[in-house]
Nanobody, 126 residues
Framework: QVQLVESGGGAVQPGGSLRLSCVVSGQPLTSYTMAWFRQAPEKEREFVAGVAWSGLATSYDDSVKGRFTISRDNSKNTVYLQMDNLKPEDTAVYYC???????????????????WGQGTQVTVSS
């Protein structure tokens, strides 16, 4: 059984930083595209960033480009999301997800991902 467990969320002031981690167990992380999504209250879950299995290709939503960095360490079965210069509009529950099948690309459709973590809360407020 594949399990994804996120950690690293918390409350920070605008301009602050957080680093989220997602540990995957039950199956090697290699060969799968991984992504981070987020969901704010009363809003749909939205794509934030994705990283290819090699770690060499990444994709970001325009709202986080230049501020967030996604990376992975396949030897540790872990995906990271470094979030800098956080803004109040970044407040949401952040989810880690595994792309369905060993496919290329970074779809923003949640249906394209088969395993999800339980989420970690990020709150940006002064």
């Amino acid at each position: 059984q594949v399990q994804l467990v996120e950690s690293g969320g918390g409350a920070v002031q605008p301009g602050g930083s957080l680093r989220l981690s997602c540990v995957v167990s039950g199956q090697p992380l290699t060969s799968y595209t991984m992504a981070w999504f987020r969901q704010a209250p009363e809003k749909e879950r939205e794509f934030v960033a994705g990283v290819a299995w090699s770690g060499l290709a990444t994709s970001y939503d325009d709202s986080v480009k230049g501020r967030f960095t996604i990376s992975r360490d396949n030897s540790k079965n872990t995906v990271y999301l470094q979030m800098d210069n956080l803004k109040p509009e970044d407040t949401a529950v952040y989810y880690c997800a595994r792309r369905r099948g060993s496919l290329l690309g970074f779809p923003t459709d949640v249906e394209k991902y088969d395993y999800w973590g339980q989420g970690t809360q990020v709150t940006v407020s002064s």
